[in-house]
């Protein structure tokens, strides 16, 4: 990982509008947010939080407040991320002297001690480090050291990360030299130490996230007692609940995923990585039985996962209900990364499988086409009145606002895009062998260019710009039933190795099967049962009322009825039920014939308030 930043250049296609996108529109727009530029958004005050920081270092006063959520550094964070990749894909001094203004600003705002965080430092001075369950300052403090990494990868600047590498060794003598007890109630540090670890070669980075994941769970009790230390609150969490927080166990020991998912899905993408450094075998079993209860009993089918409003949750094996779904953005965004760093562990295609069905479903659904407006919770199946307006589902809003008062999905979805080449190849020199993980159009080292059409068609070019001498494996998606590749390969856990080297010239095809695919789910998804949902490739569809007359909850698609494509949407054959009139009546609604239209699930929500639907009555 790490590797194909530069490597990697996005040359138009699908991501390549993404990418553009992001540059023109996702990162401006993000940056009048949390600079509190953008007319009739929520106010983030992001920046300014730090504006204040800085006062107090500098003067002992400060003339303002603090303003957010106890994490709103991380929104200035993650932004700067994203930036930071924007500027390695498209060089603009404008953009990189206002990032640097940024950063100057931040390191007026960090103590002498090294300790950054403005919620305290303008806030709660007193209070550092009394309250881990709810105050994020590790979190936070992990957000801006993947900040620092990727500023300093792609720009060469290294301020931010001397800022970072300050912030870490004061979270190091606390918890390590000074054998402080607690650990994140958020995790996401584990996962930025590793960052930190391989960008600064500090064997204390990574010892540092080796504590955070050791320690966790040993005592189950840590953030209760806590609680009973301090007499403040930031929101009043149940400390007691230690599955939410994930500390129900010593991490090699949780079975489940449990609890907040955002906050699950980033400690087991640090502990995947820590394990793939370390061999940590037993580390590595537990990642293997808590994806394996992720993908087998606790996702969505678009990818998402966190099936509760209530904590942003996981709940129970099986309960995967689409109106009231949770499905954050940054959950799916998580679970990309533990996916990813799972493919650093063991090559298996089905981990790159369901990096893929979050990012071209839930993830790109988060997201409205034009970049400026964003979903926390994705649900699959929404209706106006009822979705964001009743008490059970108001969280499930059925349009896009432009910014949040918790806005941590938007510059989650910006750094994701801009680094997406990260996820779609592994290049692992000792191996001797290139891993092609994902389709985009592009150019590899300036050796290998991808040319395809994907998500929308199958076909996938490689040709050899020059020669190569390693082996290419191209992952084998388990949607595509018959997959034709031009030369010979050996199929491999979900890879198709083909044998270097290539010479310049060379030229593979593969064409993936693009038949539509009805999809059933397991019985005992209770939401489900007598539903078909719709797949093409790596894209799951839906059906929203703006194309099917307004009302899409009388229709039903045939059974073993035709589905042709249009257009990159499907026309399947159904029924529309004739509504009868009574709430309950003993007669069987009439059916009418007729053609349901169904688009990809990541453009719905794009065009005014409207119905949704991803499972469909079959009859
Ligand atoms: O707590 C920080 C972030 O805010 C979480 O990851 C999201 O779920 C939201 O609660
Ligand atoms: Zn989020």
Redesign the pocket.
């Known amino acids: 990982m790490e590797n194909t930043l530069k490597r990697f250049t996005v040359n138009g296609g699908f991501f390549g509008r993404y990418q553009q996108l992001a540059k023109d529109t996702i990162i401006p727009h993000q940056e009048k947010a949390i600079k509190d530029e953008l007319a009739g958004a929520e106010k983030s005050h992001a920046v300014e939080n730090f504006r204040h920081a800085a006062e107090v270092i500098k003067t002992g006063k400060c003339s303002g407040e603090f303003y957010g959520?106890v994490?709103q550094d991380?929104d200035v964070a993650k932004w700067l991320e994203a930036a930071a990749y924007s500027l390695a894909l498209f060089p603009d001094s404008e953009l990189e002297k206002r990032c640097d203004e940024v950063i100057d600003l931040i390191a007026e705002a960090q103590h002498d001690d090294g300790y950054l965080n403005t919620y305290f430092t303008v806030k709660a001075p007193e209070k550092r480090w009394t309250n881990l369950a709810e105050a994020?300052e590790l979190?936070c403090a992990g957000h801006m050291m993947e900040a620092a990494v990727a500023y300093a990868q792609c720009t060469g600047k290294t301020k931010l990360l001397d800022i970072m590498e300050r912030m870490t060794a004061h979270i190091y003598k606390r918890f390590v030299t000074d054998g402080a007890e607690g650990y994140p109630g958020?995790p996401?540090i584990e996962l930025a130490l590793m960052r930190m670890y391989k960008c600064t070669g500090d064997k204390k980075h990574l010892e540092l996230a080796g504590h955070f994941i050791n320690v966790r769970g040993v005592n189950p009790h840590y953030f209760g007692e806590e609680c009973k230390k301090r007499d403040w609150q930031v929101w009043g969490l149940d400390c007691g609940d230690t599955e939410y927080a994930q500390n129900n166990a010593p991490v090699r020991e949780l079975e489940k995923a449990t609890g907040?998912?955002?906050?699950a899905v980033?400690l087991y993408a640090g502990m995947a990585d820590y394990a793939a450094v370390t061999g940590d075998e037993s580390l590595v079993k537990a990642c293997e039985t808590l994806w394996c209860n992720i993908v087998q009993k606790r996702m969505y089918v678009t990818g998402a996962i966190g099936s509760a409003y209530e904590g942003?949750a996981f709940t129970a094996d099986y309960h995967l209900p689409n109106d009231t779904a949770y499905a954050?953005t940054?959950?799916s965004i998580?679970l990309i990364f533990f996916a990813r760093k799972m493919l650093d562990l063991q090559k298996r295609g089905e981990y790159a499988d369901i990096m893929e069905r979050a990012l071209y479903n839930c993830v790109l659904a988060g997201m409205e086409l034009d970049g400026t407006k964003f979903f926390?919770v994705n649900p699959l199946e929404v209706l106006p009145g009822i979705s964001g307006m009743t008490k059970t589902h108001w969280h499930a809003k059925p349009e896009r606002p432009s910014w949040f008062v918790?806005a941590?999905?938007p510059p989650n979805v910006a750094r994701l895009l801009t680094s997406i080449g990260e996820y779609a190849w592994s290049l692992e020199e000792k191996e001797d062998v290139i891993y092609s993980h994902l389709f985009i159009n592009g150019e590899l080292d300036g050796k290998i260019a991808v040319e395809t059409n994907f998500p929308f068609d199958g076909k996938v070019t490689y040709k050899f710009k020059q020669a190569v001498n390693q082996m290419l494996a191209i992952r084998l998606p388990f949607w595509s039933e018959n997959t034709q590749i031009s030369c010979e390969y050996e199929a491999k856990d979900g890879y198709a190795y083909i044998k270097g080297a290539f010479a310049e010239g060379d030229v593979i095809t593969v064409d993936f099967d693009m038949s539509v695919k009805r999809i059933y789910a397991d019985s005992n998804v209770s939401a489900n049962n007598g539903k078909v949902a719709f797949s093409r490739g790596a894209l799951i569809y839906c059906a929203e009322g703006v194309d099917n007359g307004g009302e899409i909850l009388n229709l039903a698609v045939k059974k073993n009825g035709a589905v042709s494509i249009e257009d990159n949407n499907l026309k399947a054959e159904g029924f529309r039920l004739k509504n009868n009139g009574d709430l309950y009546s003993f007669n069987s609604p009439e059916a009418e014939p007729c053609t349901i239209k169904l688009v990809p699930y990541y453009t719905w929500g794009n065009r005014g308030l409207n119905q949704m639907r991803v499972w469909i009555p079959e009859n």
């Open positions: 959520m994490f991380s994020h979190y958020h996401e907040h998912s955002v906050r980033y942003e954050e940054c959950a998580g926390y918790c941590c999905c």
